[in-house]
């Protein structure tokens, strides 16, 4: 964290916390879509993910067991593999 830019850490984070919603929007989205979530994720939690998949029509959705908020960390095998296994289907 110490060799962060703070500037860019500040304008990240702006741009989180400022951005407006687009939730109304997602039912536009007519691309393959995955949507990866922790399981114990309690930053972006489970059922936000649920609420998206539901407006994304067609879309997947994975849980990802014994994992939070940084599943790709803390789950990275089933994480890579759900990804493969997505492309792979869209070929």
Known sequence: ?????RIGIRRA????IE??????ELGKVNTPTLIIVGEEDVATVPA???RIHE???GSRLIKIPRAGHSSSI????????H???F???LT
């Open 1 to 5: 964290m110490i060799g962060n830019h």
């Open 13 to 16: 984070l702006r741009g989180v």
């Open 19 to 24: 951005r407006k919603p687009i939730y109304d």
């Open 48 to 50: 936000k993910s649920e």
């Open 55 to 57: 407006k994304i029509k």
């Open 74 to 81: 803390e789950n990275a095998e089933d994480v890579n593999r």
């Open 83 to 85: 990804i493969k296994d």
């Open 87 to 89: 492309l792979v289907s």
